[in-house]
């Protein structure tokens, strides 16, 4: 339910300010059950089994603040505040941010729309200029195994200190463009200072224990991309990169990240047919995929960054079918990457493949409340060259969960 100023005037902030624009509160809660069982199969390491009460297992908790004004000669400047936090206890998501999940201002016109701020990268399904929300039945994807995202090489992020454009329409085609100074600005190093030395460094070279935005020491994102929308299709396509920061990564042999994206969706009215593909360079972000540790980590737990990075593909494949007043919907998907430096030194690089497979089930009790299940089974195959480091870790994930939007 939309409410205009009015309806916000608890917010103090607010008080006593001219305002000609309406602002629109808006929010969601997402709350639910999971279940995981994990198999890292190592030696020793016994599997094992968790059941969680979860917030944002299907869309995460949010609330956000949006307006818009109307500058006449066919202008507009408008705002999005939106913050992300765990209804299960309350705190803050996204790093502990106060609009973590997107805070921009834009400026809209005949020319297209030019925003500036964090936003969701364009390989996302982040926000308010992400394109891949709709290659997949899943979105970005559900919790930790859910999806696509997981067999990709790419973030599905979103970046501070962003630039984003994007062209009008012309007869269905869309041109995209994104630029970050500093995709983290509350990001540290691995270490203090990753290699520089306190004694060398300036006010104009480090602020604090980070890097300054717009130089070598933080990393930089770039993308451009285009889209196309029929009655029934839609298609993307993104070229995007990452110049990795040498303050983070203590690695100056970390090459810049490169990916190519694809992906679109046709609808048949009986069901929806979705795609995507991807190749990637030098990926520090494999398959995001938690449960066997950090999302920076190949396989078992490999770090990636410290190998170099990782070169390899992903594709997923999946299906929404209307059915019984909700959607069901099923997903495979595969990953198949290898580190750039060898793992060990008698060893070889680490070649990982993963297969994934996902289906659900959402039902809209209303127009406000949808409730949603679904489940995932992923099987990885890492390989070093040292049979005593290879391993087939997998998993299998459960879930069920309740979302009102208000």
Known sequence: MKKTLAALAVLGAFAGTAVAADVTLYGLVDY????????????DVDAGDSFRMMSGQNSGS???????????????????????????????????????????VYLQGSFGTLSFGRVGQLVSANGSYALFGATSPFSSGWQDSVGQKFVTGTAWDRYDNMITYKTPSFAGFQVHAQYSFDTDTKATGKT?????????????????????????KVNRYY???????????????????????SYYYDNDKLDDGLA?????????GFMTVYAMGQYFENSVKIGQKSAYGATDTLGDGYSAAAYGGADGFGIALGVGVPCF??????????????????????????????????????????????????AAYTKDSL?????????DPSSVEVMAGLIHRF
């Open 260 to 268: 190519v994206t694809l992906g679109g969706n046709y609808n048949f």
């Open 223 to 245: 993308a451009i991309g285009a889209t196309y929308k029929a009655e029934n299709l839609y298609l993307v396509g993104v070229v995007d990169a990452v110049n990795y920061g």
């Open 383 to 391: 390989d070093t060259g040292i049979k005593t480091e290879d391993v």
């Open 192 to 216: 203090a200072r990753s290699g520089y030395e306190a004694a060398t460094d300036t006010k104009d070279e480090v602020k604090g224990d980070h890097g300054v935005e717009g130089t070598a």
């Open 32 to 43: 639910g059950f999971n279940y995981q069982h994990v198999d890292s199969d190592q030696k």
């Open 325 to 374: 007043g909700g959607t069901a919907k099923a997903s495979v998907g595969y990953l198949s990457a290898e580190t750039n430096e060898k793992v060990v030194a008698d060893g070889q690089k680490a070649e990982l493949d993963r297969w994934n497979i996902s289906v659900g089930y959402d039902y809209n009790l209303s127009k406000r409340t949808t409730v949603y299940t679904a």
């Open 62 to 104: 949010r609330f956000g603040l949006k307006g818009a004004e109307d500058l006449g000669n066919g202008l507009t400047v408008g705002f999005v505040l939106e913050n992300g936090f765990n209804a299960d206890d309350g705190t803050l998501g996204n790093g502990g941010r106060l609009f973590g999940r997107e805070s921009q």
